[in-house]
Every structure is written in structure tokens, then in C-alpha cells.
């Protein structure tokens, strides 16, 4: 499996992004977006099972990021509305047999996209 994160950039606080990550290679259950900013540990950021389209997020971003839940089995997004400077990282998608929060249940891992929110 091969995963490109892209859509990654220069926002202001307030404004929105929409990332994307196309999957090439064997089928995967589920789709899961982390961040890691400088000199922090990687932190879950949301899931989506494709079996159900269900969808898991963590509690920061709850309401202000979205998976858009589009029948396109090889790309993922991530919507992300009313950036804050804090949601600064490198984005990651990853894909996993299962949906989990963890990042070590997932197999495979795209190369990152920046996003930077200034204030």
C-alpha cells in the first residue's frame, strides 16, 4: 500500500483546509489521520471504517474536523474548518486492518503534509 497526503499549507486562524490522501495497492478497512507537531508525540486526529462509514474523531477536534464520508474507497479526506495556531503539525494518513486511535495499529503511513495556521 502506498499513501500520498496532500493539500497542506499556510492558513490563517479561522480558516479552512481540506487534505487529501490517495491509496494505491491492497484494499484497507480503515483510514486514520494523525499530527505531529515539533518536539511533540504523533496524536490521533480522526478514523473512518469504510465498512460502515463510521467515524471516530478526538475530542479537541471534534466539530471542527470532518471526514467526508464520499464513496471513493482510495482517497480519505480530512475537512478541516476554523483553524486554530495550535492545530500547526505535520499531517499523516495511515491505513490499518481496523479503526483505532492508536497509532501503532496502523500499517502503512503516507510521508506528511505541513499545515501551519498563523494567528
Partial sequence: ?????????????GGSLRLSCAASGRTYTAMGWFRQAPGKEREFVA???WS???????????GRFTIPKINAKNTVYLQMDSLKPEDTAVYYCASSSRMSRVPSDYDYWGQGTLVTVSS
Fill in 1 to 13: 500500500v502506498q499513501l500520498q497526503a496532500s493539500g497542506g499549507g499556510l492558513v490563517q486562524a
Fill in 52 to 62: 460502515g462509514f463510521s467515524t471516530s474523531y478526538a475530542g479537541t477536534m471534534k
Fill in 47 to 49: 478514523a473512518i471504517n
